[in-house]
């Protein structure tokens, strides 16, 4: 299985503003998404359910530090609402086709600034909620990192048609197909945030 990056394109000011905002209607609308249904689906036993812990984000309640997880699956159920899904078909899967970005983007492109996984997940939220113990993992890029990542990744130009060709071949070319999907799919989000100026806001797990 392993562990993927998914990202969203989100107003921070927004996301912020239902933080304890007592709205049971974005509460409602929240459990009622596809996302929020795929996450409580998995809850653990024994640890705040994500419907609480996103009840208790909303309505601006004590957290129990113990089940710092649940907190971290509730705000992706509010990223996913309140933003745009960044994800589109491709999966970002930490310590591969991450990897790979960074190992194409230096020897294809001349790019090394740029570390994939490092870059969408270093930067902390700072939302007050419990730390995460192991996972979900999450980070912001803020205007000035996109802008330097939009400036970083300006000039590559990488088509569906390119990637398709690329996987259709021998093992060399597939690799450098996955790389070069998962390129794109960052230059994607990246851009989708610039131009909208918003927030990137990206998981793992």
Do not use: W
């Not at 208790?56 to 509730?74: D, K, L, M």
């Not at 700072?126 to 330097?148: K, T």
């Amino acid at each position: 299985m392993g562990l993927y990056i998914l990202s969203y394109g989100v107003e921070l000011a927004k996301l912020k503003q239902a933080f304890a905002s007592q709205d049971a209607a974005l509460l409602e609308a929240v459990c009622a998404s596809d996302t929020f249904e795929s996450y409580a689906s998995q809850d653990f036993p024994g640890a705040v359910p994500t419907g609480e812990a996103l009840r208790q984000i909303i309505f601006g309640e004590p957290y129990n530090v113990q089940s710092g997880h649940s907190y971290g699956y509730a705000l992706i159920c509010l990223c996913s609402y309140l933003g745009i899904d960044l994800n589109g078909h491709t999966d970002l899967k930490l310590g591969y086709v991450t990897d790979l970005i960074d190992d194409y983007l230096a020897d294809d492109f001349d790019i090394t600034g740029i570390a994939c996984a490092e870059d969408l997940l270093a930067e902390d939220l700072n939302l007050g909620l419990p730390p995460v113990a192991d996972f979900p993992d999450s980070g912001v890029l803020l205007a000035a990192e996109i802008e330097r990542l939009h400036q970083e990744l300006a000039n590559i130009a990488i088509t569906d048609e390119e990637v398709e060709a690329l996987l259709a071949g021998d093992a060399e070319q597939e690799e450098r197909g996955i790389a070069y999907e998962g390129i794109k799919a960052l230059k994607d989000r990246i851009d989708y945030c610039h131009r909208h100026k918003l927030a990137l806001i990206s998981f793992c797990h």
